[in-house]
């Protein structure tokens, strides 16, 4: 089947502007999980959702950060004012129901100028 | 605060020797602790996971042991072959929730 996706492979922006970044989990994946990545480091977290919801967004760096999965499904992060500080790779990845493991997307390398 | 430490520098072994990577946390009582895959411009891919009352756990080539009193996993993967040159994660959940933190990860070489 297919696996968690994500859209744009590549964003390159200006710094100060918004900037939207997509997931799509594995079908029937209940949880979803957006770290940040930066060369040379592990996969930081960022926040996670169980369903609709958010259960744990601690790893949001500041409030120029959101994200939202209005229905279960899709999730979408969003980033206001871009910033240089924000270019990394952002993965996404997806979780069964009561299951540990987690399945990553390739990832969208965001680049700020 | 948590945190976790892995063989900072590359690691290189020659192909048929057994790889071992380390891992070590600190202020942490883990619940679970996973390892993962990541190849080059590529997400993780996920390997094994051991829960705090397993010592040990097996797949194919690979090992992982889980220490809790001396807060350590070693990962050891067998006859490595060149194909298993990639970066190693390891992770531990937070706070015993859902959420888990990673280490930085090992970059592994296996030499021909």
């Known amino acids: 089947g297919a696996g968690v996706s994500q859209t744009p492979s590549n964003k390159v922006t200006e710094k100060g502007k918004y900037v939207e970044l997509r997931c799509d989990p594995i079908s029937g994946h209940t949880a979803l999980y957006w770290y940040r990545q930066s060369l040379g480091q592990g996969p930081e977290f960022l926040i996670y959702f169980q369903g609709t919801g958010a259960a744990d967004d601690s790893g949001l760096p500041n409030d120029r950060f959101f994200a939202v999965r209005p229905e279960g499904s899709v999730s979408t992060l969003k980033i206001q004012r871009t910033e240089r500080g924000d270019s990394a790779v952002y993965l996404c990845?997806?979780?069964?129901?009561?299951?540990?493991?987690?399945?990553f997307g390739p990832g969208t390398r965001l680049t700020v100028t | 605060s948590q945190k976790i430490e892995q063989n900072s520098e590359a690691l290189n072994i020659q192909e048929g020797k057994t790889a071992t990577l380390t891992c070590n946390y600190t202020?942490?009582?883990?619940?679970?602790l996973q390892w993962y895959r990541q190849d080059p411009g590529r997400g993780p891919v996920f390997l094994l996971l051991?829960?705090?009352?397993?010592k040990e756990k097996r797949k194919e080539r690979l090992k992982v042991t889980f220490d809790t009193t001396l807060k350590q996993s070693l990962f050891h993967i067998t006859a490595s072959q060149p194909a298993d040159s990639a970066t190693y994660l390891c992770?531990?959940?937070?706070?015993?929730?859902?959420?888990?933190?990673f280490g930085k990860g090992t970059r592994l070489h296996i030499l021909p």
């Open positions: 990845a997806s979780s069964a129901l009561g299951g540990k493991e987690q399945y």
């Open positions: 992770a531990l959940d937070g706070n015993r929730d859902d959420k888990i933190i």
């Open positions: 202020n942490y009582s883990p619940a679970y």
């Open positions: 051991i829960r705090e009352n397993e």
